[in-house]
């Protein structure tokens, strides 16, 4: 049998592919905002799983330090090692900023890790690419490949110079940041200590005070003046738990003797994922429903237009008697076909532009198959206004005028 759909498109084959090629890049945007969703969630646990912790404790009543801002003293590690359960815990801050190459500066996530760590590696980045790790106390450091930096380079963070010794891959945080790891003690003054001038106009407003000039009181200037220019901070400290103790014990011993907030590593990640990323997820949503209204929109429109330019020709098809259902399956082969075309034109424009893209894009193979679906049904609603259209034609237009 004759295929009409098949007739009618080499008869119009080129308005049919380059309206094809357009819903296919509409339908490659669709797919990436369907990755850069997938790749934050990735993102994010990665984040986690590269921290090596099984749990992370935070100041009290605070989300974690990915989350909000976190503060302990830098000595909680000690006694947290000391806690039944409790395999290995070490120290870590972060700080989100600009860090600069020269006249170049690169948006990026410093984790300060404790350097001489007894037991290796517990916050470090787990591999490297290049280099080595960290061996020093201070300006040393080792970056992830995304910043753009190579080994040997020299770069800023707040008064200081570093050395990147280590190049790693994969290494972002929550927002796909990449990671840059120092020394802690260099990450802690990095992060809390004030710049030249605000130490100084704070032991100026110190001198000034009358409260502190008391002759009775020895040593207590020199004691607020010292305590402006040292750090005892740390954001987070991280914790293994040892084998045979379930996580959710350990960190109900920590909240209740120590009285911190602990969070498990699937506590966390609903933390990253669900209140992190949510207001975004919802974003990506209302593009993925805006894009598949302007792709169904589209498909209508060319396969109404497809559809007018013959109405004579279905008349007549009507008039030797083709039934309704053979025009209706004609249209609807149409719809199919450029929704198919749209399909794979999409499918291999994000494949090849999504390594191109600032942020991480992770195109998963169910995502593939439930778009291919969607798209399907979408030209299935599309082609069902041109089949009203085309079976309400009477053949006698075939011998009109």
């Known amino acids: 049998m004759i295929s009409l759909a098949g007739r009618d498109i080499l008869h119009s084959w080129g308005k049919f592919v380059f309206t094809g090629i357009g819903l296919g890049l509409l339908i490659g945007v669709t797919l990436t905002m369907a990755g850069v969703y997938r790749g934050m969630v990735d993102d994010g646990r990665a984040l986690l799983n590269n921290s090596g912790a099984d ?80 061996t020093r106390g201070h300006y040393e450091a080792v970056a992830d490949i995304a910043t753009g930096f190579n080994l040997g380079d020299q770069i800023s963070i707040r008064r200081n110079t570093y050395q990147v010794v280590g190049l790693t891959r994969r290494m972002v945080s929550s927002s796909g940041d990449p990671m840059i790891f120092v020394p802690l003690k260099d990450a802690q003054e990095a992060q809390f200590l004030k710049d030249n001038d605000a130490i100084w106009q704070g032991r100026h407003r110190t001198e000034n005070n009358p409260s502190f000039n008391r002759p009775n009181v020895p040593g207590l200037l020199d004691a607020v003046i010292s305590s402006q220019s040292t750090n005892t901070f740390v954001n987070a400290v991280l914790v293994t738990v040892k084998q045979g103790y379930a996580q959710r014990d350990v960190a109900e011993a920590i909240r209740r003797w120590k009285r911190l907030t602990v969070y498990t590593k699937a506590e966390m990640e609903e933390i990253l994922v669900g209140k992190l990323i949510a207001t975004s997820a919802k974003q990506i949503a209302m593009f993925l429903v805006i894009l598949a209204v302007v792709s169904a929109a589209i498909v209508a429109f060319i396969i109404y237009t497809l559809t007018m330019d013959k109405i004579r020709e279905i008349a007549v098809l009507k008039l030797i008697g083709t039934r309704n259902r053979t025009i209706a399956a004609m249209i609807l082969q149409q719809a199919l076909a450029l929704g198919l075309i749209g399909f794979v034109v999409g499918k291999i424009s994000a494949t090849y532009a999504a390594p191109y893209f600032p942020k991480y894009i992770l195109l998963v193979p169910m995502d593939s198959i439930a778009g291919f679906f969607a798209v399907m049904i979408i030209c299935v609603l599309a082609s069902t206004v041109a089949i009203r259209i085309a079976l309400k034609v009477d053949p006698a237009e075939a011998i009109g005028g």
Not at 67 to 87: C, H, P, Q, T
Not at 101 to 130: C, Q, S
């Open 55 to 134: 749990m992370w404790v935070v100041q009290r009543g605070t989300l974690g330090p990915y989350a909000e801002a976190s503060n302990l003293n830098d000595d909680v590690y000690r006694s947290l090692r000391a806690m039944k359960g409790v395999s290995e815990a070490a120290n870590v801050t972060y700080l989100t900023m600009q860090v600069r190459k020269g006249a170049r500066d690169v948006r990026a996530m410093v984790v300060g890790i404790a350097t001489g760590h007894p037991n290796g590696t517990l916050g470090w980045p787990p591999y490297l690419v290049a280099g080595r790790q960290i």
